[in-house]
Structure formats: C-alpha cells, structure tokens
C-alpha cells in the first residue's frame, strides 16, 4: 500500500514507529568529517524524523548496526561464562538499495557460510527490520548500476521518498499500514525511486582465470596503498574481525571477549602462529579484496560480493579507485583470452 505524507504526517510516523521500535539512519553529524569544517553522515540512533538524512549517501555503512566496530559478545570469570546483554527491541534501519543488497551478504556470510550460524549476529539480525530510502540519483564514485544493486522490490518493511516537503511511502509489512494510513493525506501507489544509471561503469568479467593471481597490475598498489583499511572499514560488505581478550585481573581469569572490526588490507591481519605472514605485500592484499569481491563469494553463493556503493573510491587518502581495479582485471582477462590463456 503505498501514502502520501506531509513533513508533519511524516514525523508524527516516526514518533508512532518509536513507540515499538528503536530506529537507526544516517544522521548528518556537524564537524565530524576529515576537517572540523566537513560534517560526516554516520550511522545512529534517532530520537525524531527531522534526525534522518535521506538526501546524501552515508559516509559509512549501515551495517554497524548489526556488527559493531567493537562489541562485547561475553564476560567471563573463573566459573562462569555469561552473554553480553543485548537491548531486545525490535529495530527499524533505514538504508539504500546497495546497503540492503550488501546486508544479504552479510547474511550469507553469518548465516549460511557454513554448518553453524553465528549465534551473536543472528541475535541482532532477528531484531532488524529494514526501511529502503529511495535513491533517485547517483553519487559520486557509484557504480550500483552495473553491480546490480540499484533496485530492491522487497526485502524492507517500507519504503520513502521526499520530494518538496512530502513524503511517498510503499509499505511492504501490513502491520505498519495503521501507522502511515493515520498520518497520510492521500493513498497512492508507490514504486520507491532507485538509480538507473552512474557516471562511473564496470566490467565484471564473466570468467577470471587463475593466471590472473600473478598479474603485474597488482604491483603497483604495493607502493600506492599504504594500508590504513578505510576502504574495508566503509565497505558494507567486508565482514572481517578479530577477537581480544579484555582481562580484569592479574591472572587472567576475569575480563571479557570482543569481536573487533578488522581488515585484510592492515599489517598483521594474515599473521598465524609461528610468525608466519600471508599476502605480506600490499599488492598481495589488494589482490585478495579485490578478487574475492568479484570472484571467490560468486563460486561460493552465485552472485557478486561488491555492490557497487563507491564508499571505498570516496574515502582513499591515496586516491585508490577500487571501480578502477574492476576495469584493470576485465582488460587483463580480455589480454589473456587474446593470447589464448
């Protein structure tokens, strides 16, 4: 059912939505940028509607939401072992149609990557409800288009698009339509706007040889990226983490375990016992995102890992373009079909 809704019906919305729910979106935030005078778009918990920043691509992802930089999963004592507490209430998290796409990715790496799920993220997951912000034209560095990630028809609890101080909602949950068709001032059909094309194309090739491993285009990123891991920090798809141990105690009986965001393209994370070190150049790592983005989760689940966001083209201090890297593997694959490798 879709509603038409003025800024007031819209925010009255809200305010009935939060009697039920805890509500996440991108929230402009005033000199939170790289410079005191740039503001940033995170992700946060909003009190009303006028906090929702619906018209800019966030400079993060949505899913801290489910997995946070930092989360504490138990405490831990000499005989005991307890969960963390988790706030139960259900949560509405709105996201555009790349972050959603990037979200079922997320799934199948928590879910149903192997013979358990995991148990701390499906106990958030359950909680989570998703809201599609509408996105009627591209950003900066996007590429969604080709990725294939510019258009959700469900998989959300409703969506919205603000145009003129009104607002067009498509609920796809009926036991939301109360809320919106109290507030609205007329009854509509809805189709949430999505992107139909970007400024920036790929070419994903359909076939990746293995030669493609000791390509020379991967050298050049030994010396340009200097792996600070913001690209995989802003990704909503990179689901890396390590474990760290907080003990209160001299013994080390007393702390607590966290699950830490991490990074393939920071020194250390390919560390193993013995100190032994995989992929120990940046070039190597840069290899092993990037194809695994495009190559490795498509023999596993059948469809692409990137989704296309530009998040990791936007915030490089070295002016990497992972978009860039895409196009340099097709022209390599298309050199070694030439040569008949």
Same mark, same amino acid.
């Not at 410079?35 to 995170?42: G, S």
């Not at 890396?240 to 209160?248: A, G, I, L, S, W």
């Given at each position: 059912?879709?509603?038409?809704?003025?800024?007031?019906?819209?925010?009255?919305?809200i305010s009935?939505?939060? !009697?039920?729910?805890?509500?996440?979106?991108?929230?402009?935030? +005033?000199?939170?940028?790289r410079?005191?005078?740039?503001?940033?778009?995170?992700y946060?918990?909003?009190n009303?509607?006028?906090?929702?920043?619906?018209?800019?691509?966030?400079?993060?992802?949505a899913?801290?939401? $489910? @997995?946070?930089?930092?989360?504490?999963?138990?405490?831990? @004592?000499e005989?005991?072992c307890?969960?963390?507490?988790?706030? *139960?209430?259900?949560?509405l998290?709105?996201?555009?149609?790349?972050? $959603?796409?990037?979200?079922k990715?997320?799934?199948?790496?928590y879910? /149903?990557?192997?013979?358990? !799920?995991?148990?701390?993220?499906?106990?958030?997951?359950?909680?989570?409800?998703?809201?599609?912000?509408g996105?009627?034209?591209?950003?900066?560095?996007c590429?969604?288009?080709?990725?294939?990630?510019?258009v959700?028809?469900?998989?959300?609890a409703?969506?919205?698009d603000?145009?003129?101080?009104?607002?067009?909602?498509?609920?796809?949950?009926e036991?939301?339509d109360a809320?919106?068709? /109290?507030?609205a001032?007329?009854?509509e059909?809805?189709?949430?706007?999505h992107? @139909?094309?970007?400024?920036?194309?790929?070419?994903?090739?359909?076939?990746?040889?293995a030669e493609?491993? !000791?390509?020379?285009?991967?050298?050049?990123y *030994?010396?340009?990226?200097?792996?600070? &891991?913001?690209?995989?920090?802003?990704?909503? *798809?990179?689901t890396?983490? *390590?474990?760290?141990?907080?003990?209160?105690s001299?013994?080390?009986?007393?702390?607590?375990r966290?699950?830490? &965001?991490?990074?393939c393209?920071?020194?250390?994370?390919?560390n193993v016992?013995?100190?032994?070190?995989?992929? !120990?150049?940046?070039?190597?790592?840069?290899?092993?995102?990037v194809?695994?983005?495009?190559?490795?989760?498509?023999?596993?689940?059948?469809?692409?890992?990137?989704?296309?966001?530009?998040r990791?083209?936007?915030?490089?201090?070295?002016?990497?373009?992972?978009?860039?890297?895409?196009? +340099?593997?097709?022209? /390599?694959?298309? /050199?070694?079909? +030439?040569?008949?490798?």
């Open positions: 059912m879709g509603y038409v809704l003025t800024q007031e019906g819209f925010s009255d919305a009935q939505l939060r !009697k039920t729910y805890r509500i996440f979106a991108p929230v402009r935030k +005033k000199g939170a940028g410079f005191t005078d740039v503001d940033a778009i995170l946060d918990e909003v009303g509607s006028e906090e929702i920043e619906l018209h800019e691509k966030s400079d993060y992802s899913k801290e939401v $489910l @997995t946070p930089l930092s989360e504490t999963l138990f405490y831990f @004592t005989g005991v307890k969960e963390a507490d988790l706030d *139960t209430r259900p949560v998290l709105f996201l555009r149609s790349c972050d $959603l796409q990037a979200m990715r997320q799934d199948q790496i879910l /149903a990557n192997g013979m358990e !799920k995991d148990f701390f993220y499906q106990r958030r997951r359950e909680l989570v409800h998703y809201v599609l912000i996105c009627s034209h591209s950003f900066e560095n590429f969604c288009v080709d990725m294939k990630a510019n959700s028809e469900d998989g959300y409703f969506s919205v603000e145009a003129d101080g009104m607002y067009r909602i498509n609920v796809l949950d036991g939301l809320v919106f068709s /109290a507030a001032t007329s009854k059909e809805v189709v949430p706007a992107v @139909t094309q970007n400024e920036v194309h790929v070419r994903v090739p359909e076939t990746i040889p493609i491993m !000791k390509h020379p285009l991967w050298d050049e *030994t010396t340009r990226c200097i792996g600070c &891991g913001r690209c995989n920090f802003v990704c909503p *798809t990179c890396c983490f *390590t474990m760290q141990d907080v003990y209160y001299d013994n080390g009986r007393v702390g607590e966290r699950r830490v &965001g991490s990074s393209m920071v020194d250390g994370y390919s016992a013995g100190g032994g070190q995989y992929r !120990k150049t940046q070039g190597e790592r840069m290899r092993f995102k194809l695994h983005k495009i190559l490795d989760f498509r023999k596993r689940f059948g469809y692409d890992m990137c989704v296309g966001c530009g990791c083209d936007d915030v490089c201090g070295e002016y990497i373009s992972y978009s860039n890297i895409i196009n +340099k593997v097709a022209d /390599a694959v298309d /050199a070694m079909e +030439k040569e008949g490798r």
